[in-house]
């Protein structure tokens, strides 16, 4: 419990503002300690680099690849299976449980990956606050992907809407469709990857903003005193 913690993305320099500085942040709720980390100029490559990559790889997401690849796998089995009738109330459950455990495990994944960072003494007040209005910026109120959308949060609603109301009911009805085994399988482990994302948006999304006004306001009353003396 002690090490429960919500991380704040690098400033990798790869988004509006932002500046390279290699700064990454962690909140740890039961102390509300904040503890700094910092990454060098090769590791801020190679996380330009992997990002790059993901980027280009994200066409195998695509709904007009996976659907052949399905229905090409399909044809080497016969036996299908009905999820209500093979697993009951649990065929519902199923995707769900499993998508929190996905959850958990990129959470503890990415905590891992965060502890490989070298701990660095807190910047001052000034370049925290900047820190943390930028990284808010750029991953939560606005959305670098969606530019031409300027009303705060607007950009990351909308996304946010989409998936919960018309992608995940869709994915939940095609997982309820007969299918062979394997079929199944891989239907179930992309359900549950989209289900993953609600506890994220909300860890991520919603958390995340309530403790970075909460940083924020903390921060701007120690600059008045400081600017105050």
């Given at each position: ?100 455990w996905f959850f958990i495990l990129f959470e503890l994944w990415m ?39 300027k009303t705060s949060y607007l950009a990351n609603i909308l996304v946010?809407l989409f998936i919960v109301f018309a992608v995940i009911p869709f ?59």
């Amino acid at each position: 419990m002690k090490k429960i913690r919500l991380l704040f993305a690098v400033d990798n320099g790869m988004g509006t503002n932002l500046k390279g500085t290699g700064l990454a942040a962690e909140y740890y709720f039961l102390s509300g300690d904040i503890v700094w980390r910092r990454l060098d100029k090769e590791k801020i490559g190679n996380h330009q680099n992997i990002a790059k990559k993901i980027g280009r790889l994200t066409w195998m997401s695509s709904p007009f690849l996976i659907v052949p690849i399905m229905a090409f796998i399909a044809g080497y089995s016969d036996n299908y299976i009905v999820p209500q009738k093979e697993f009951g109330l649990f065929s519902f459950l199923l995707p769900m449980i499993l998508g929190i455990w996905f959850f958990i495990l990129f959470e503890l994944w990415m905590i891992s990956i965060r502890n490989t960072y070298p701990l660095i003494e807190a910047p001052s007040s000034t370049v925290q606050k900047e820190y943390f209005e930028v990284i808010h910026d750029i991953t939560l109120k606005h959305n670098d992907v969606l530019k031409q959308i300027k009303t705060s949060y607007l950009a990351n609603i909308l996304v946010v809407l989409f998936i919960v109301f018309a992608v995940i009911p869709f994915v939940y009805w095609f997982y309820f469709m007969p299918s062979t085994i394997i079929e199944f399988i891989i239907k179930l482990v992309v359900l549950a990857i989209l289900l993953s994302l609600v506890p994220n948006i909300i860890w991520n999304g919603i958390v995340k903003t309530v403790i970075n006004n909460k940083i924020l306001d903390k921060l701007n009353y120690e600059l008045e005193n400081e600017n105050g003396k």
